[in-house]
């Protein structure tokens, strides 16, 4: 499924125009801490690209994800006879994944060859799942629903900025893949055992979907679309006053003296 949404992004095409965040001029208490107006301007940037994300998210129908039907079989000893049952899991949606943000300050590197490294953390707090249950255990037919919320989706995100400020995907890691709260109901007495086996089988298959976005198409767009936002042109001049501030402060910094 995840392939088949690659293939039609790709053909529509994700490059843009590129484009440049436009930043307010710069004061002079700007000039005497450049990095900490560049960090300032990364933010917004990182905020732009994130914002032209969701929405390629929404145009390619990713605010509704199919989760995968399953058959979960099981077994209970109930009087000394174990009896074997199965839940088939259906109708399972995701949604809430075209809210990714950005979680928290975006970080500023300057590398010595000039180009700016940009690191943040990115994620989703807003998730809700849901899936429908057919039990059959011992003559027993119930129709049950499990629906619930993920939460504290991260990935880390290394933008790298060059001098010319064409930034590229450096980096795209996932920290976590989520925390899962799932509540079971139309199970019964009789077979609320099953509900601590189908919350983590749930989970294993959200948390695997997820994955499996997050390092396909949702990375792919993130590429596409940073390609098309160059960093702001009104850093150019901060950057250089950063990167010599720097230079000067390792220049100045004592050597250890080695008898």
């Known amino acids: 499924m995840f392939k088949s949404i690659a293939i039609i992004l790709l053909a529509i095409g994700l490059a843009q125009a590129s484009s440049v965040v436009k930043a307010k001029p710069h004061s002079v208490q700007s000039l005497a801490n450049p990095l900490a107006t560049v960090r300032a301007d990364a933010t917004a940037w990182v905020d ?26 099981f077994s209970q000893t109930i009087l000394g006879i174990t009896w ?5 899991l259906s109708d399972g949606l995701l949604k809430g994944i075209e809210t990714l943000h950005r979680t928290g300050t975006a970080d500023v590197t300057i590398e010595p060859n000039g180009d700016l490294l940009v690191t943040l953390e990115a994620g ?18 119930p129709k049950a629903t499990a629906t619930g919320t993920i939460k504290n989706i991260r990935v880390l995100i290394t933008l790298r900025v060059d001098t010319q400020l064409r930034p590229k995907l450096e980096k795209f890691d996932i920290k976590n893949l989520g925390t899962l709260s799932i ?17 983590n089988a749930i989970g294993n298959v959200v948390k695997g979907v997820v994955g499996e976005l ?16 160059l960093f702001p042109e009104t850093s150019r001049t901060l950057l250089q006053l950063a990167a010599i501030q720097q230079q000067a ?11």
């Open 48 to 73: 732009e690209i994130l914002a032209n994300v969701r929405t390629q998210l929404l145009a390619a129908g990713l605010d509704t994800i199919l989760l995968p039907d399953f058959i979960l079989g």
């Open 84 to 88: 074997h049952g199965e839940a088939g």
């Open 124 to 141: 989703v707090n807003d998730g809700t799942l849901a899936y429908a249950l057919l039990v059959k255990f011992m003559d027993l037919g």
């Open 183 to 199: 509540d079971i109901k139309g199970l019964g007495i009789i077979l609320n055992f099953l509900v601590e086996i189908v919350v």
């Open 214 to 229: 997050l390092q396909g198409v949702i990375k792919g767009i993130v590429n596409g679309v940073i390609e098309g936002i």
């Open 249 to 259: 402060q390792h220049l100045a910094a004592p050597v250890p003296y080695i008898r």
